[in-house]
């Protein structure tokens, strides 16, 4: 029998604004919002109601570069985006959620605050080409997409011992040297630190109303090439392919490598797929037995980095709580 792992989470769209101009993006807004604490305590209180371990947070790069946002931080006494994110991962801690952060290009210092009041923290490589950010190209407008910025994020995390997740976005115009490129890129970055802890393998999806529109998705071809082509180069990290966005044939992935469904919400939307429901467990449990499959919880942290002993700081306590007492912590 193989052994899948996922996540319970609630997911916290904190603002939609950000620096970054992606043209297959549907989540960035020109009339961007910020939540405000009370919403995010709401979010909070549901999801640990529905059984979730794990409140991620994510928002675009930057959000305070727009004025509107930074003015309301302001307001609000937070200097900055990172400021107003630490309460709320102290907000989550308290309401027994592990929290997960994916807020793009942070700097180092902004990480190693963040490592404090977080099991992990993520963010997506989606390709180490340069090619990509040329002219034309989907992220030309984007300078938190450039590789370099990305892979100093990577490493920083490395140099923190911080558990991290990344990931590649298939199909958005890179060629298969591009997309193996990129894979050793982390694989160069996690022989120094070994601190990747899974490597999402994610399928471009078209969005209404932005330029990528009309592009094709990759096919299922592309996608086995790159889950085969991760589990060979990373063999001792986590691969996931997210189920919302393959509700039919995410099995075949399983069998090809991949091992891990991510992090799903019972109580909110996938703010960044809205066309792609979060599946019920049940349901995928069904499915998974169908196929062969087990499924594991897991929490935010992978049990590897637990054992470790990576963690700590205010999450420890509750790390230990559901390590020891759930049995959360087995392989």
């Not at 992606?22 to 995010?40: A, I, N, Q």
């Not at 994916?102 to 700097?107: P, Q, R």
């Not at 694989?187 to 999402?200: A, D, P």
Request: glycine share 10%; net charge negative; aromatic share 8%.
């Amino acid at each position: 029998m193989t052994v899948v792992t996922y996540s319970r989470n609630v997911f916290l769209p904190l603002s939609n604004a950000c620096r970054n101009k992606c043209t297959y993006c549907g989540f960035r807004s020109s009339e961007p919002t910020l939540m405000e604490r009370r919403e995010v305590l709401s979010f909070l209180e549901a999801g640990r109601k529905a059984g979730a371990k794990e409140a991620l947070f994510t928002f675009g790069e930057r959000p305070e570069s727009n004025e509107g946002v930074r003015k309301k931080l302001h307001e609000w006494g937070y200097g900055s985006m990172t400021e107003y994110l630490l309460d709320l991962c102290r907000d989550a801690i308290k309401a027994g959620l592990l929290p997960h952060t994916n807020a793009g290009a942070l700097e180092y210092d902004e990480m190693k605050a963040l490592k404090e009041v977080n099991a992990s923290l993520g963010l997506m490589l989606e390709s180490a080409s340069e090619r990509l950010c040329e002219s034309g190209m989907p992220h030309e407008q984007s300078p938190g997409k450039k590789p370099d910025v990305r892979l100093a994020v990577i490493e920083n995390a490395g140099r923190l011992e911080i558990p991290f997740t990344t990931g590649l976005l298939i199909g958005i115009g890179e060629i298969p040297e591009e997309m193996h490129a990129s894979i050793w890129k982390l694989k160069e970055i996690n022989e120094k630190y070994g601190h990747i802890q899974e490597v999402i393998v994610q399928n471009f999806k078209p969005k209404v109303g932005t330029p990528m529109e009309g592009s094709p998705e990759p096919g299922q071809i592309e996608m086995i090439d790159a889950v085969r082509a991760v589990r060979a180069v990373l063999p001792g990290v986590h691969v996931q392919v997210p189920p919302n966005l393959n509700p039919t044939n995410w099995p075949v992935f399983v069998k090809e490598g991949a091992s891990d469904l991510g992090g799903f919400s019972q109580t909110t939307h996938d703010y960044i797929n809205p066309e792609a429901a979060w599946p019920l467990i049940d349901k995928l449990k069904i499915i998974a037995g169908e196929n062969g499959i087990t499924l594991r919880e897991r929490l935010p942290i992978y049990p590897e980095f637990i054992k470790r002993g990576w963690y700590g700081g205010e999450t420890g306590e509750l790390i230990e709580k559901y390590a020891n007492k759930e049995g959360l912590v087995n392989e």
